[in-house]
Nanobody
Framework: QVQLVESGGGLVQAGGSLRLSCAAS????????MGWFRQAPGKEREFVAA????????YYADSVKGRFTISRDNAKNTIYLQLNSLKPEDTAVYYC??????????????????WGQGTQVTVSS
């Protein structure tokens, strides 16, 4: 079983940056595609970004492309999401998720088997 714990959320002004971390435990996630999702108040949870097990491939939602960067350090069993040029519409709870597919990038939530508890990101205007 994999446990995921996110950290790094907080309150930031528009235009600012945050770095989210997702620490995995229970087993190594180096063979898993890992993703970030977010859920804003009153909205459905949506895909943000994903990275394959080797880190060779990444994929982003159009709304964050060019502003967010997903990365991973398999030696530390940790996944990161760098959030730059933040906008008020980025305000949401951000979730880390693990997909047992190694080389596939999938954006549908049901394909992800493991989920963290989420970390709040609030962007003020």
């Amino acid at each position: 079983q994999v446990q995921l714990v996110e950290s790094g959320g907080g309150l930031v002004q528009a235009g600012g940056s945050l770095r989210l971390s997702c620490a995995a435990s229970g087993r190594t996630v180096g063979s898993y595609t890992m993703g970030w999702f977010r859920q804003a108040p009153g909205k459905e949870r949506e895909f943000v970004a994903a990275i394959t097990g080797t880190g060779m491939s990444t994929y982003y939602a159009d709304s964050v492309k060019g502003r967010f960067t997903i990365s991973r350090d398999n030696a530390k069993n940790t996944i990161y999401l760098q959030l730059n040029s933040l906008k008020p519409e980025d305000t949401a709870v951000y979730y880390c998720a693990g997909d047992r597919a190694k080389s596939l990038i999938r954006t549908a939530q049901f394909t992800y088997s493991y989920w963290g508890q989420g970390t709040q990101v609030t962007v003020s205007s």
